[in-house]
C-alpha cells in the first residue's frame, strides 16, 4: 500500500473473496450467529481477550465496557513481535471474518489483528461508538448527533487507547508495538482522521474508511482541510477508501427521528471525499485513496477491512 494516486479495486483474490459467504456485498445487520473468529481462534491463531470499564463524563446512561480480542499467528515469534491491525467496531469486524479468511491471511504473512469493541452482543454498539468515536466541537465540547446521541469523545477514547489499552494488549500478546496500523469505518472513520491529523497517534498507519465527513454538519471536513493546510513536519502514513455508490445508494428513511441525518448527509458536497484525498496527498501524507467500485456505504465496511487486512499481510 505504498501509492499516492487514486485506485479502483475489483475483487480481491482467492479465499479473501471466497470465505466472505456473500457478506462481502450485504449491509451490515445487527444480529451476530454464534461466536466470532476472534472468540474461537482458528487452527493457526491464538485469541485471547480484554476487557476494561468504559465510563464518559457526557453519558446520560450506562454504558458497556469495552471488549477487545486479540488474534496472533500461531508458531514462531518475530524478535519484535507481530505487526497488528487495530480495527474499531471489533464485534462487526470479527464477525465479517471467517476462519477461512484468518488463515489465508497466514498464508500471506504473519500478522495479528486487534477488534476494539465493547461488551454487548450486536454488531455494532451504537451509543458507545457514537460516544467514542466522533471528535469534539472546535471547542472540545461535547456534539449531539442527527439522532440525540450525545458524541465528541474521540479525544478521550485516543488517550484510554493509547494510554492504557494498548500497553494491555501488548502485555497479552507478542506485538510490535512499531508496526501498528489502525483501522476504522464510518463514525470510525471520523477517529482515524482525528488520530492522525490532529493528535498524530502512535501507529505506523492509519486506515479511515467511509468517513462520515457530514458530521457536526460538515465543519469537521473543514478542519480536516484547513489542518492539512498547515502541513506536517512528519506527515502520518494515512489511507482514505470509500465506494463508489455511497451518496447514490444512501438510505434516506422517513421517520421524523432521521431527517436531520439525511439532510446532513445530502449538504455535504459530492466532491467531498475526493477534496479529502487531494488536501491529504497535497500535505504530503503518503498512502492510498481507494474507491470500491459500486459499493455504498455499509458494503464498504467488510471490503476496506479485507483490503487492509490483506494489504498488512502481504507487507509482513
Sequence with gaps: MSGRGLTRRGLLAGAMVAG??????????????????????????HVAELKL???HPDATGPLADYRIRIAWPKGPTPDRGFPAV?????????????AAEMDALADMGSIAIVAHGHDNVDRFSTTERVLAYTPPAPDGGPVTDPRGRIG?????YLGMLTGTILPRVEALAPLDPSRRTLWGHSFAGLFVLQAALFRQAP?????AASPSLWWDHATYFQRCLDRLRDGYEMPPVLDLHAGSAERARASRP??????LL????????????????????????????EVFD????????????????EAAARAA
Excluded at 465528541?152 to 478521550?156: F, I, L, N, S, V
Excluded at 422517513?254 to 431527517?259: D, F, L, R, T
Design 53 to 55: 470499564p468504559f465510563t
Design 152 to 156: 465528541g469523545g474521540a479525544d478521550g
Design 262 to 289: 439525511v439532510q446532513m448527509r445530502e449538504a455535504l458536497p459530492e466532491g467531498a471525499f475526493d477534496d479529502l484525498a487531494t488536501a491529504v496527498r497535497a500535505a504530503g501524507l503518503h498512502g492510498e485513496t
Design 86 to 98: 487495530h480495527v474499531l467496531d471489533g464485534r462487526a469486524a470479527a464477525a465479517s471474518l471467517t
Design 203 to 207: 501507529f505506523a498507519r492509519f486506515v
Design 254 to 259: 422517513e421517520n421524523p427521528n432521521a431527517q
Design 20 to 45: 466472505s459467504s456473500g457478506r462481502l456485498w450485504g449491509q451490515p445487520v445487527q444480529t451476530v450467529e454464534g461466536a466470532t473468529v476472534m472468540e474461537t481462534g482458528t487452527d493457526r491463531f
Design 294 to 309: 459500486g459499493l455504498s456505504h455499509g458494503e464498504t465496511f467488510a471490503r476496506s477491512l479485507r483490503v487492509t487486512l
